[in-house]
């Protein structure tokens, strides 16, 4: 695989990933089996109707997907203020505007600020400097 790094989004649906990126996580098994997904960093980002519609258990089950392939995740824990100000999720972003209004600016702060995190660890990770 050619990429350092990967953040994956998805909508949420019941709590967990659509079914096409799950199908295609799936079709990913040559990838992993010739080990060209590990010791990547990796982030997830998604998006619900609701506040509380699932957004964290989501992230989580694709950090187990990424866990298994031997990505290095890259949670956004609590590292920025523009983590608070779009809501808190120490995991990822997510956003919860059912897609009425858009994303809102503070959710697209957070979702440039995931990028460049996860970016820089990747970055260090092959011992580059960002923007290389």
């Known amino acids: 695989m050619w990429a350092d790094s990967y953040i994956f989004g998805t909508p949420t649906r019941y709590g967990n990933v ?4 799950k199908q295609f996580i799936d079709a990913q098994g040559g990838l992993w089996a010739e080990g ?12 619900a ?3 509380h519609g ?8 694709l950090y187990n997907v990424m866990a298994h392939w031997g990505s ?3 949670p956004m824990g609590y590292t ?3 983590i608070f100000a779009s809501g808190g999720n120490p995991y990822g972003v997510s956003s919860s505007d ?9 959710v697209l702060a957070a979702a440039r600020y995931q990028g460049r995190r996860t970016a820089e660890k990747a970055a260090a990770l092959i011992g580059q400097p960002v923007g290389n």
Do not use: M, R, W
């Not at 997904?37 to 990796?42: F, I, R, T």
């Not at 059912?98 to 503070?106: F, K, P």
């Open 72 to 74: 290095i995740i890259v």
């Open 36 to 47: 060209k997904l590990a010791d990547k960093a990796v982030g997830v980002f998604t998006s």
């Open 49 to 51: 109707g609701n506040a």
């Open 18 to 21: 659509s079914a096409q990126l």
């Open 98 to 106: 059912g897609g009425e209004n858009g994303s809102s600016e503070e």
């Open 54 to 61: 699932g957004q964290e258990s989501t992230i989580l089950s």
């Open 80 to 82: 920025a203020d523009e």
